[in-house]
């Protein structure tokens, strides 16, 4: 046993009749025999001496610990504590720390890298109407939507645009969801972006796409929606939309706009209703997604004017297109053009004609002067349409 100082090492030395302990210089500064413990340099310290073995048990002031030599064979001298003559004592007491730290820097590793997996192979819990009151109860773990997703596989994408793209993902408890990217291009901070998340959050209503939560990590930022599998112009469904169920995708989509504009705790105008941003679920209900260009207005607001003109050529209010003012109108010019999409089966943004009618609107209008409206009506409906719900 030593221990340090001045850069010599204080030993025990042993002999048949018990233990001493030596400074450098050979003196002796402790002695113990026979079991009777005398004090010297450390407190409460003791030798047991038997046949062949002695255990030396150093007491409170250096911790428990028991050192057992053979009496026969063993014999320990002043050592100095440089060069090659140093105490082999001496590295293992800086060897054995050092290995624990290791052991403990591992095992601590294991213990995060498997919380981190749990982490994100667990599926979040998605909050509901009033109960949202804070951001953080929207935040979701990056990775977990990344395993849902499959790592943003182009299998999974079932959406592009200037916003960026949209990925169909399913979460490890089989909850289905729509992941939208948002391009890397966009301007918007964090905390903006946080704040039109924890409003778009609380907009409630069976007819507008639920946003359930979204992620920041670095440049990502990622929206997390209810999963809704078809769209308005789905080719696997159009040939199956009778009229009843046009209707009812018009009377729906009249009251997502409904509740925006006036029915919710806020104004809110979408900016950027089209065909492309109402989808259906399984029972052809539809819902208003994509809230990315909405504006809130305040209480007495009625119109606001911009330079920045944003939204789908076809789908823009005169005023709007020309002028940059956008108001509750905005909408409903847009809503109109979507129910004549509906109606007639064609697509705005893929509308020809031979009398020089350029949008669908156009001909719209040209075919209700020449009185001749019903010839609008999608060839697939003609028989089971209804005229005094058309009209």
Avoid at 77 to 101: N, T
Wanted: aromatic share 12%; net charge neutral.
């Amino acid at each position: 046993m030593s221990k340090a100082e001045n850069g010599y090492a204080w030993m025990v030395r042993l002999s048949t009749l018990g233990c001493n302990t030596y400074d450098p210089k050979e003196r002796i500064v402790e002695t113990w025999a026979g079991g009777q413990a005398l004090r010297g340099l450390w407190e409460a310290s003791s030798c047991v001496v038997g046949d062949r073995l002695f255990t030396v048990d150093p007491g409170r002031s250096l911790g428990h610990l028991i050192i057992v030599f053979d009496l026969k064979k063993q014999v320990w001298r002043p050592v100095k504590l440089k060069g090659k003559d140093s105490s082999s004592a001496l590295v293992v007491a800086i060897i054995v720390p050092i290995i624990v730290v290791v052991l403990l820097f591992i095992a601590g590793y294991c213990f995060l890298s498997k919380r981190a997996k749990r982490t994100y192979e667990i599926a979040p819990t998605f909050n509901h109407g009033d109960d949202i009151t804070t951001i953080d109860s929207l935040q979701l773990d990056y990775r977990t939507i990344q395993a849902a997703t499959n790592y943003y596989s182009e299998d999974n994408k079932i959406g592009q645009g200037g916003f960026g793209e949209v990925y169909k993902g399913i979460f490890s408890n089989g909850t289905k969801v729509a992941v939208k990217r948002l391009s890397k291009s966009s301007k918007k901070g964090d905390t903006e972006f946080k704040n039109e998340v924890l409003v778009v959050a609380k907009l409630q209503h069976r007819n507008l796409v639920r946003l359930l939560g979204f992620s920041l990590e670095g440049e990502e930022r990622i929206l997390v929606y209810e999963y809704v599998p078809y769209f308005l112009f789905d080719p696997a469904k159009r040939g199956h939309l009778d009229w009843n169920q046009r209707y009812n995708i018009i009377e729906g989509g009249a009251r997502g706009i409904l509740y925006l504009h006036q029915n919710s705790k806020l104004t809110i105008i979408h900016r950027d209703l089209k065909a492309s941003n109402v989808l259906l679920d399984e029972n052809m209900n539809p819902k208003i997604a994509d809230f990315g260009m909405a504006r809130i207005f305040g209480l007495d607001q009625t119109q606001e004017n911009t330079s920045r003109i944003v939204g789908t050529y076809g789908y823009l209010s005169p005023e709007y297109a020309m002028c940059g003012q956008f108001s509750m109108k905005s909408d409903v010019y847009s809503f109109g053009v979507l129910v004549l999409e509906i109606i007639s089966g064609r697509k705005n943004n893929s509308f020809h004609e031979m009398d020089d009618s350029n949008d669908l609107v156009t001909y719209a209008w040209k075919l209700w002067n020449y009185g001749t409206a019903l010839d609008l009506v999608d060839p697939i409906i003609a028989d089971n349409y209804k005229k005094s719900e058309m009209f």
